[in-house]
């Protein structure tokens, strides 16, 4: 299994950031290291939206991420507060490259307040630690499930994150373990 690099990127909580490792070598039981990058989010930003284009943030990372010249293994994640879009939807969760070398999750949408609910922070990690498994889940190949309490199933909104289990259905799970 790849190595995973956790990039905090536009002051993302560092709060936040720390509930990750532990998790994700549970869950990848890989190597996870968070790494420093500087990469401005500005110019990903679309001033008529108000969102940032993850897909080209991606492609950034891809591009000028260090550990990924010469085609290295590794899987980077970056991390954001911001809020995210691709063009054809309203707004996302994150976004990964399948089966490639990056992903983003950003955690704008995860809080309960920004709902007008009171503020829960179990409920924000839980629902982080759900939307970070999916994505490094298709950087290591898995696509969207059908079961709904595999982390794998798609969440359009967010109470479609609170139905979801944070662990792989026993079909996700297999073809994870079948990757190199
Ligand atoms: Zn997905
Ligand atoms: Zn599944």
Avoid: W
């Amino acid at each position: 299994m790849k190595a995973i690099h956790l990039l905090p990127i536009g002051g993302a909580s560092p709060e936040l950031v720390e509930t990750l490792p532990g998790l994700l070598r549970e869950t990848f039981r890989t190597r996870v290291e968070v790494h420093a990058f500087n990469m401005d989010p500005e110019q990903f930003l679309d001033a008529g939206r108000g969102q940032y284009n993850s897909t080209d943030m991606l492609m950034h990372l891809k591009s000028r991420y260090p550990a990924l010249e010469g085609g290295s293994g590794v899987c980077t994640l970056a991390l954001v507060p911001f809020d995210l879009f691709i063009p054809i939807l309203t707004y996302v969760f994150g976004e990964a490259e399948v089966g490639g070398n990056v992903a983003v999750v950003s955690y704008h949408r995860l809080a309960p307040e920004r709902y007008g609910l009171p503020s829960d922070n179990d409920l924000l990690l839980a629902r982080l630690g759900k939307e970070v498994v999916h994505e490094i889940g298709h950087v290591f190949s898995l696509t969207h499930c059908s079961v709904q309490s595999c982390v794998m199933h798609s969440s359009s909104y967010v109470e479609d994150i609170d139905l979801k289990e944070r662990s792989f259905c026993r079909g996700c799970a297999s073809e994870l373990a079948h990757r190199p």
